[in-house]
């Protein structure tokens, strides 16, 4: 067994129910739901975390509590892993504002990763804070074999994490959102580079299969 990173999407929110762009820290609850997807992902465990580390987030701390309790893992928070943030697109739940983000993060899966929603973040902003907590990861519990680490964060982020750091196709990562406690499977290379392995259901080659427009843009 090789050693693994799951990154895993908080349970259901408040704001996902609203379906309200809810990216600023420390954000929205999980609903009744989002508390039983947490515990219905920690239970589905064939072997407990190493770690589960969330995000600074409300709705990540306590999906991670709930994967913590369950499968007797310690639970660190890590700032850096919060939600890409869309700047003046914060709290609108308008049809016209999901399509203005889903423009700029295309954009950036497509290499224009200087993009923003105005007073919003970039990609390469967005991947300067988060994808050196993962490598920080990796150096402090990633170096056994039977190692696994749950990090627990949101939809957009790790969809474009996962992206940068392993050879998912781009459009491959835009068309398949994570549902609630949805995950992807990351495994250390010894080039100190990430190998894909798995994307919710889906196993590589990672090419334009199960496209679809989710009602959550964070997704």
């Not at 039983?36 to 409300?58: I, K, M």
């Not at 913590?68 to 504002?97: C, F, K, M, N």
Request: with cysteine; hydrophobic share 35%.
């Amino acid at each position: 067994m090789t050693s693994r990173l799951i990154l895993v999407r908080h349970g259901q929110t408040h704001s996902n129910v609203a379906r309200r762009l809810d990216t600023r820290p420390p954000g929205a609850e999980l609903t009744e739901l989002g508390h039983r997807q947490a515990r219905e992902y920690a239970t589905a465990l064939t072997t407990s975390p190493t770690v589960v580390v969330s995000s600074v987030a409300v709705r990540a701390r306590q999906t991670a509590a709930h994967i913590a309790e369950i499968t007797g893992a310690p639970h660190l928070v890590r700032d850096g892993l919060q939600e890409t943030h869309v700047g003046e697109l914060e709290d609108r739940t308008g049809d016209e504002d999901h399509a203005r983000f889903t423009e700029v993060y295309q954009r950036w899966l497509h290499g224009d990763t200087g993009a923003r929603i105005p007073g919003g973040e970039s990609a390469d902003e967005v991947l300067a804070r988060y994808v050196p907590v993962l490598e920080d990861l990796r150096r402090e519990y990633l170096t056994d074999d039977d190692a696994s680490v749950h990090v627990v964060s949101h939809g957009a982020a790790i969809r474009l994490v996962t992206a940068a750091v392993s050879d998912v196709d781009a459009d491959f990562a835009a068309d398949n959102h994570l549902d609630n406690t949805g995950s992807i499977e990351l495994h250390p290379r010894a080039d100190g580079t990430w190998e894909c392995v798995r994307w919710g259901s889906y196993t590589p080659p990672f090419e334009a299969k199960g496209s679809r427009t989710p009602d959550d843009p964070m997704g």
